[in-house]
């Protein structure tokens, strides 16, 4: 893990626990590395809940409650899909702050999405969304940016104005 990943890692987990915020995470493109990267932080288990690990879509659906009816229509690549997902970690781990990844790591496109297309999901009490990233590389490359973006997501609605206190 680089510097910059552990310092972003380390800044979002002081921020929920100075907070009394809690966290979970809902990864597919990722497959737990954001998770991962929260829980080698010292202190993480005072902020992270847990995560899902939701390769497939029948795990997004059944376990993250993400539309079937989404799912078909658009794929799960998909910004409205990584919002949905968010929420659902959300829900299922019972945090205040859900965030998802879902995308493309390659090597061939998926459900029409070309290699690098990637989008992070952030959910609150306060709802839902989703940011959408290209990024370049080879599959190892792409699972690691999109793991430094989604803990960016976080670090950023963790520090938020707006996010209210669980204290």
């Known amino acids: 893990?680089?510097?910059?990943?552990?310092?972003?890692?380390a800044s979002a987990v002081y921020a929920a626990i100075e907070r009394g915020i809690t966290v979970a995470t809902a990864e597919s493109l990722t497959a737990g590395l954001v998770a991962a990267t929260l829980a080698d932080t010292p202190g993480a288990s005072g902020m992270l809940q847990g995560g899902v690990v939701a390769y497939q879509n029948s795990v997004k659906a059944g376990i993250?409650?993400?539309?079937?009816?989404?799912l078909s229509a658009v794929g799960s690549?998909?910004?409205?899909v990584a919002a949905a997902m968010a929420a659902g970690a959300r829900r299922a781990c019972g945090a205040d702050v859900g965030v998802s990844t879902t995308g493309v790591a390659g090597p061939l496109p998926h459900d029409g999405k070309t290699v690098g297309t990637v989008f992070i999901g952030v959910a609150t009490s306060s709802?839902?969304?989703?940011?959408?990233?290209?990024?370049r590389g080879d599959r190892p490359s792409i699972r690691a940016q999109a793991?430094?973006?989604?803990l960016e997501r976080l670090l950023e609605c963790l520090v938020r104005a707006d996010l209210p206190d669980v204290k």
């Open 77 to 80: 690549v998909d910004a409205e």
């Open 127 to 135: 709802g839902a969304a989703a940011h959408s990233y290209s990024f």
């Open 1 to 9: 893990m680089s510097r910059a990943v552990e310092e972003v890692a």
């Open 147 to 150: 793991t430094v973006a989604a």
């Open 64 to 70: 993250l409650g993400v539309s079937g009816q989404l």
